[in-house]
């Protein structure tokens, strides 16, 4: 597509629910990552992809987090029994290589609010 | 290891007046570094990105931005604001790996008539 697709754009759900995030990076980036934005914490680094290479997953925070890429494009980022402390935006930006000489299009997140 | 320090978390500035967004890195390797932009409910847009060519960045929107690697700084100016510039505004580095960015924790720029 055009530019990086994410969904849902917003996401309410009660404390200890499972949630999906979907991210649709552009066509013919290899690399993927997510970012979880909170209020006055700046860009937390999640995730990353690069082809069909093992992701590094060092900035997941805890073993509830989880991501998966399937067939080199769709990423879903999911959050097992969600707390309180998950909301945030959750970002999801592609690259053309794992060069960050390239830099990011970012699409424009999912607001999670854990209720 | 690699970080981003933005001073200041919010910027207030008259329209047509200069704009200048602190950024510090500390980096283990040669850096490469760029500014961000987020307007109100949207992604991150790049701005501009210094990758080691030329020390004088220019990018879009009328902002540029100085690598300065005796000052560990690359700080982001407009001559002149403009109410449209009112957003907030990420400076990122890349980590050690080269495969990821660090972002700071952002700087709010308002922009009054």
């Known amino acids: 597509g055009a530019g990086v697709s994410q969904s849902p754009s917003n996401k309410v759900t009660e404390k200890g629910k499972d949630v999906e995030l979907r991210c649709d990076p552009i066509s013919g980036h290899t690399a993927l990552y997510w970012y979880r934005q909170s209020l006055g914490q700046g860009l937390e680094f999640l995730i990353y992809?690069?082809?069909?290479?093992?992701?590094?997953k060092s900035g997941l925070p805890s073993d509830r987090f989880s991501a998966e890429r399937t067939g080199g494009s769709v990423s879903t980022l999911t959050i097992q029994r969600t707390q309180q402390e998950d909301s945030a935006v959750y970002l999801c930006?592609?690259?053309?290589?794992?060069?960050?000489?390239?830099?990011?299009?970012f699409g424009s997140g999912t607001r999670l609010t854990v209720v | 290891a690699q970080s981003v320090t933005q001073l200041g978390s919010h910027v207030s500035v008259s329209e047509g007046a200069l704009v200048l967004l602190r950024c510090n890195y500390s980096s283990s390797v040669p850096p490469y570094l760029f500014w961000y932009v987020q307007y109100p409910n949207q992604g991150l847009q790049l701005l501009l990105k210094?990758?080691?060519?030329?020390?004088l960045v220019k990018g879009i929107n009328g902002f540029e931005a100085e690598f300065k690697k005796s000052e560990t700084s690359f700080h982001l100016t407009k001559p002149s604001a403009h109410m449209s510039d009112a957003a907030e505004y990420f400076c990122?580095?890349?980590?050690?790996?080269?495969?990821?960015?660090?972002f700071g924790k952002g700087t709010t720029l308002s922009v009054s008539s």
């Open positions: 990122a580095v890349t980590d050690q790996a080269g495969t990821a960015l660090i």
């Open positions: 930006a592609s690259s053309l290589s794992a060069n960050t000489n390239y830099g990011y299009t």
């Open positions: 992809f690069q082809g069909n290479s093992a992701p590094d």
């Open positions: 210094y990758t080691s060519a030329a020390t």
